[in-house]
Nanobody, 114 residues
Framework: QVQLVESGGGLVQAGGSLRLSCAAS????????MGWYRQAPGKQRELVAT??????NYADSVKGRFTISRGSAENTVYLQMSSLKPEDTAVYYC?????????WGQGTQVTVSS
């Protein structure tokens, strides 16, 4: 069993920055993908960024503004968000995909004011 705990969300003005963290506990053996997703009110959950080994992937809407990275201990993933826009307002979720399992965190709220 793996637990994911996100932190770092909050209220920020447009143009500002936030850094989200996701700490994983439990057996991380056979992990394949870690990523960040978000869900805005009334919208479907969408991919923000993923990291597979050292390879990163981003949604077009965040390219050049967000950076996903893994911690040195491999059980932490970060999302550095810069030049934030009001449309980035959402609950941000961490996800860990294994060979035979898929885990989500509880989410952290990010609110960007105009």
């Amino acid at each position: 069993q793996v637990q994911l705990v996100e932190s770092g969300g909050g209220l920020v003005q447009a143009g500002g920055s936030l850094r989200l963290s996701c700490a994983a506990s439990g057996n991380m053996f056979n992990i394949r993908i870690m990523g960040w997703y978000r869900q805005a009110p009334g919208k479907q959950r969408e991919l923000v960024a993923t990291i597979i080994g050292g390879v990163t992937n981003y949604a077009d809407s965040v390219k050049g503004r967000f950076t996903i990275s893994r911690g040195s201990a491999e059980n932490t993933v970060y999302l550095q968000m810069s030049s934030l826009k009001p449309e980035d307002t959402a609950v941000y979720y961490c996800r860990a995909i294994f060979v035979t399992a898929d885990y989500w965190g509880q989410g952290t709220q990010v609110t960007v004011s105009s």
